[in-house]
């Protein structure tokens, strides 16, 4: 159903109504969006717990056959004394790593939330910052709320968390035209009696970060969050699962919607323990 030009989801019944021998029809109408976002939010929760107990299995898995390598690697490379052969146990050693790093990236932060009270508008101008040293072709937009409150968060794993959401923002555009610039907004308002998950909170911080690349595939939108699932030629897909851990651990959760020409992620924050 379309109201006020905005498309929404709607459940409706149909009662008869007998009025002066005349049968009349009731239509009641009532919009299910923000039901079925919540069970979205929950369908979230389960996926991020999910991928993070197959992470760390694999990761346990993978690590101990790893060192393995690395250490016999690292015996054959003391008894090799022709140089050019040495070279082979290089390339052995620097794969190992590489794939270490991966397998700690998959797992994500790895030392305890840190939580202090700060300003969110101070984390976002230093993940601007850092956007526009990286992409200086973009254009970062602020739309603040100057009214949000400081929020009791770890800062420097919030600035990781955004810096992730803004950079795939960022590697997301493609030039349609000369003209046109990859255009991202950085957005903060409050939302009120507002549910996460299954918990609900009187005050909640939303930060919505927009741009105006392609979108998302359709085929990806509903896993963007699990690793490894990204729909970019070079992408390593495991920006926004670890975006959406750290967030999970301050209570809060991303989403996402995405169109042709926009796409918004949008993290919501609690102010406050729920009620």
Do not use: W
Not at 162 to 187: E, H
Not at 197 to 207: A, D, T
Not at 227 to 240: A, E, I, R, Y
Request: hydrophobic share 40%; with cysteine; net charge negative.
């Amino acid at each position: 159903m379309l109201v006020n030009h905005r498309l929404i989801t709607t459940d409706y019944s149909i009662h008869p109504i007998m009025e002066a021998g005349q049968i009349n029809l009731l239509v009641e109408i009532q919009p299910i969006d923000r039901h079925m976002e919540i069970a979205r939010d929950g369908q979230r929760i389960n996926q991020q717990i999910a991928s993070q107990q197959l992470a760390r299995g694999m990761a346990h898995e993978i690590k101990n056959p790893l060192g393995g390598i690395r250490g016999a690697a690292q015996l054959l490379e003391g008894e090799i004394t022709n140089p050019a052969l040495k070279e082979y146990t290089d390339v052995i050693i620097r794969e190992v790593d590489r794939l270490q790093t991966l397998l700690n990236d998959m797992l994500g932060p790895n030392r305890k939330i840190v939580k202090t009270n700060m300003n969110i508008l101070e984390v976002l101008e230093h993940v601007r910052s850092l956007i526009l040293a990286e992409f200086p072709d973009s254009q970062v937009i602020r739309d603040y709320d100057p009214s949000i409150p400081e929020i009791l968060a770890d800062k420097d794993q919030l600035i990781q968390a955004f810096l992730n959401l803004a950079r795939n923002a960022a590697q997301a555009f493609v030039p349609l035209g000369a003209n046109q610039t990859s255009k991202i907004i950085f957005k903060t308002r409050i939302c009120r009696q507002h549910t996460i998950g299954h918990r609900r909170y009187r005050h909640v911080m939303q930060i919505d970060i927009i741009d105006n690349g392609p979108g998302v595939a359709d085929e990806v939108i509903d896993n963007i969050f699990l690793p490894m699932v990204t729909n970019k030629p070079d992408g390593s897909g495991l920006g926004l699962p670890i975006a959406q851990q750290i967030i999970f651990g301050h209570n809060g959760i991303i989403q996402c919607q995405s169109d042709q020409d926009k796409t918004v992620f949008t993290t919501l924050l609690p102010l406050e323990p729920a009620t």
